[in-house]
């Protein structure tokens, strides 16, 4: 397929086929974000191309690799996986090969990545309940001789959780957010989410006169000032 077949904005990247990674082929990936099951003439219309071009664009997406594969995003809380957990680990680094054929064992473990900082991995599950987690860390991941220090942190709340993001998220972020497609509750929390955000940041109001004097003042939104403890008890005395 040539590159500047159908409609579409300026160039964003390349996929492997030849193929411009165009506007169109980010709305395209945007529709599937919200439907992953969309028909092609549906998709065709909410893109705004014709069906051959929609189907065509589709398939390129995924001969390239853009797409990797389709799959079911679902409740773990109605599956009785209620309990989430991230287990940050120290990897003897000698060993880091054991470690990651060990942890290719272990079907209960939903993500791992390799991290900077503190910790050498971070580790997601899920479980049924809190001894589950603990089981698991002191039973399972304390006997992998590549492990040598692990720090648990359960997730109370999993605010925001999109299936992926796009170079077009960014854009649109910085103006008014855009409702999208989905009816589902977690899009709407989504929109709610960057609504709040965005009006958080951009109408906070200005510091009265007077304030942030000292070590607050000229801090960036967002930074915390903090006082100290003579300081506040002098102002106190002042204002009584």
């Known amino acids: 397929m040539s590159s500047n077949s159908g409609s579409g904005g300026g160039t964003t990247g390349r996929i492997g086929i030849g193929l411009e990674m165009d506007a169109t082929?980010?709305?395209?990936?945007e529709v599937l974000r919200d439907n992953?099951?969309?028909?092609?003439?549906?998709?065709a219309e909410r893109v705004g191309i014709?069906?051959?071009?929609?189907?065509?664009?589709?398939?390129?997406?995924?001969?390239?690799?853009v797409i990797r594969r389709f799959t079911a995003e679902i409740d773990h809380q109605r599956t009785g996986l209620g309990i989430v957990a991230l287990i940050f680990?120290?990897?003897?680094?000698?060993?880091w090969r054991q470690f990651r054929a060990q942890l290719a064992q272990m079907p209960e473990v939903e993500y791992c990545a390799i991290t900077t900082g503190q910790h050498d991995a971070m580790i997601q599950v899920r479980m049924a309940d809190v001894?589950?987690?603990?089981?698991?860390?002191t039973e399972r991941l304390a006997n992998i001789p590549a492990v040598k220090a692990?720090?648990?942190?359960?997730?109370?709340?999993e605010v925001l959780r999109r299936?992926?993001?796009?170079?077009?998220?960014?854009?649109?972020?910085?103006g008014a957010p855009r409702r999208s497609a989905s009816s589902s509750g977690a899009s709407a929390s989504t929109a709610a989410s960057t609504s709040t955000s965005t009006s958080t940041s951009s109408s906070a109001?200005?510091?009265?006169?007077?304030?942030?004097?000292?070590?607050?003042?000229?801090?960036?939104?967002?930074?915390?000032?903090?006082v100290g403890a003579a300081e506040g008890r002098a102002a106190l005395r002042d204002a009584t």
Do not use: C, W
């Open 205 to 226: 109001p200005e510091p009265e006169q007077g304030q942030g004097q000292g070590q607050g003042q000229g801090l960036p939104l967002g930074k915390m000032r903090f």
């Open 50 to 65: 014709s069906r051959a071009n929609a189907y065509t664009r589709f398939e390129a997406l995924r001969a390239d690799g």
């Open 150 to 157: 692990t720090e648990t942190v359960f997730i109370l709340d």
């Open 89 to 95: 680990v120290t990897v003897r680094q000698q060993m």
């Open 131 to 137: 001894a589950e987690v603990h089981a698991m860390v």
């Open 163 to 174: 299936p992926y993001v796009l170079p077009s998220d960014r854009d649109r972020g910085r």
């Open 36 to 43: 992953g099951r969309v028909s092609v003439s549906a998709l």
């Open 25 to 29: 082929h980010l709305k395209i990936l």
